[in-house]
Nanobody, 120 residues
C-alpha cells in the first residue's frame, strides 16, 4: 500500500511564504512524476506544478515565478515552496505521484490534501 502525507499548510498573510511537503511511503518500487494540484470549494482541481523523474519542471501560469517545486528522491518527498502568496492562492493543495508498487503496477496516488489560506 502506498500513502502520501502532506504537511506545511496553514494561514499566511498576502505576500508571505509557505513550503508544503509531501512524503510517500509504503511498498514503492519507483516514483516517476510528482506534482501538486489545488482545489477551491466548488471549482475543479487545477494543476499547480509538476516534476518529472528526469528533472523537467512545469508550472501553471498563475504561479510561475512565485512557486518552486523540488523533490528529494532518496526521501521520496516532493516540496512546493510558495512565495509572494496572494488571496487567490487560497485552496486545498494535493500532492500526487505516479508510482510503481511491488506488484509492478503503476498508478497515480494522491495525498489527502492540505489547506493553505492567504488572508489579511
Amino acid at each position: 500500500q502506498v500513502q502520501f502525507v502532506e504537511s506545511g499548510g496553514g494561514l499566511v498573510q498576502p505576500g508571505g511564504s509557505l513550503t508544503l511537503s509531501c512524503a510517500a511511503s509504503g511498498s514503492i518500487t519507483s516514483i516517476y512524476n510528482m506534482g501538486w494540484h489545488r482545489q477551491v470549494l466548488g471549482k475543479e482541481r487545477e494543476f499547480v506544478a509538476g516534476s518529472t523523474n528526469g528533472g523537467r519542471l512545469t508550472y501553471a501560469d498563475s504561479v510561475k515565478g512565485r512557486f518552486t517545486i523540488s523533490r528529494d528522491n532518496a526521501k521520496k518527498t516532493v516540496y512546493l515552496q510558495m512565495t509572494s502568496l496572494k488571496p487567490e492562492d487560497t485552496a486545498v493543495y494535493y500532492c500526487n505521484g505516479l508510482i510503481t508498487d511491488v506488484s509492478g503496477a503503476a498508478r497515480m496516488y494522491w495525498g489527502q490534501g492540505i489547506e493553505v489560506t492567504v488572508v489579511s
